[in-house]
């Protein structure tokens, strides 16, 4: 038997209708704030993903399903949205109306990670990018947003980790001092982060390797070496956080697993998930429009793991997989061709309805109705032929109830309208 992929899953009924939940809700929320959905395809470039998430990134260097495409170039299924979203931007020129734009995204994203609980090869996000303003109002509104969405599915134990990366101007200074101090530590770090430290020290400081951490526990943080632009925008942000109530922590050690950011990062995670935490990351990245040939526009977004956060739906509200409404039992040929025109006349009508073609004892029938938690059974046979009444019973209550054949889709609608 031909099995899943390893570190792919299949969503499944019930569970879908949880999916359907988190998606849905976050649609409702997100457009009450301004953003419309973009939907970009699952397959780019790969030079899209080397120039915005870095060559030197964890992503980039090993976790790409990547492939010929036709004449040489490289095609990569999507690790991460913020890229396309990017490009379409920028593609499609959507600043020229009003440089400020807000999208979302729903969608499958793909890494080939080592898999693990929480961690999948096949994973989905929730995206939100808002391009065109550098505010540092704009981040509050963004964390809000995220916050709220949250409460909305009735999240808690959640906690919001806040850092500032700078900018080109004031994190070379950063790098610089963490390289040299990590140079003396080479000896300590994983292969990986030896590698790392030459291309991009900063990299060392997310990895989740204990030798590793313990190298950079007493590295120098960025914070201390912010400009004053960054300085003050980042206060800004902590000051409006702060105005709207919501608790954050400072994490100088948050430098997320991808190069393009700038400024704000923040990270949301929560207690009840082990060791991946991370609920939704997220952060400004204000160069990457213009690096990627796009006019010089800040941006600033977030992504949600979505499977994660069903997880923590899950635990609190179980997925409501109503029954049908009407279960169509028909006994004998003369019965089932009846019942099948019935049911699809009544599905269309808007009635969840089950039709049951095997042809098996009523008894049967009404086993299998009890256990799809039917509402009604209409129960038709050759004598109900004869008699031009179906007899239509009440699971719950067992009352029965004759309908005229000749009138039936309309009298069942009339029964439950
Ligand atoms: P990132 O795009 O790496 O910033 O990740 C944003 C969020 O996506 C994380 O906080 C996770 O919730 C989720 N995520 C990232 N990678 C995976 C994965 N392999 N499996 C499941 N969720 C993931």
Known sequence: MIQLVRGFKDILPPETAVWRHVENTARE?????????????????????QRSIGEHTDIVEKEMYTFAGSRDTMLTLRPEATASVVRAYIQH????????????????????????KGRYRQFHQINAEVFGIDSPYIDVQLIFMLMTYFSRLSVTGLSVHLNSLGCPECRPAYRQ????MLSDRTGDLCEDCVRRLEKNPL???DCKKEPCRNAVSDAPSMLDFLC????SHFRAVQAALDAIDIPYEIDPRLVRGLDYYTRTAFEIQTEELGAQNAVA???RYDNLVEMLGGPSQPAIGFAIGADRLVELVETKIPAPEPGPVIFLAPMGE????????????????????????????????????????????????????????????????????????DRLVESVLEHEG
């Open 281 to 283: 990351g997220g952060g």
């Open 93 to 116: 020129k959507l600043y020229a109306a009003d440089p400020v734009c807000k999208f979302y995204t729903i969608g499958p994203m793909f890494r080939r990670e080592r898999p693990q």
């Open 228 to 231: 004053g632009d960054c300085r």
């Open 334 to 405: 003369a019965a089932m061709e009846l019942a099948a025109k019935w049911a699809c006349l009544l599905s269309d009508a808007g009635v969840r309805t089950e039709a049951d073609f095997s042809g098996r004892s009523l008894k049967a029938l009404m086993r299998r109705a009890d256990r799809l938690g039917a509402e009604n059974v209409l129960i038709v046979g050759d004598r109900e032929i004869e008699q031009n009444e179906a007899i239509l019973r009440n699971m719950k209550t067992r009352d029965q109830k004759s309908l005229p054949m």
């Open 29 to 49: 929320h997100f457009e009450k704030f301004g953003f419309r959905e973009m939907r970009p395809p699952v397959l780019e470039q790969t030079a899209l993903f």
């Open 177 to 180: 001092k963490l390289s040299e």
């Open 203 to 205: 990299r060392v400081l």
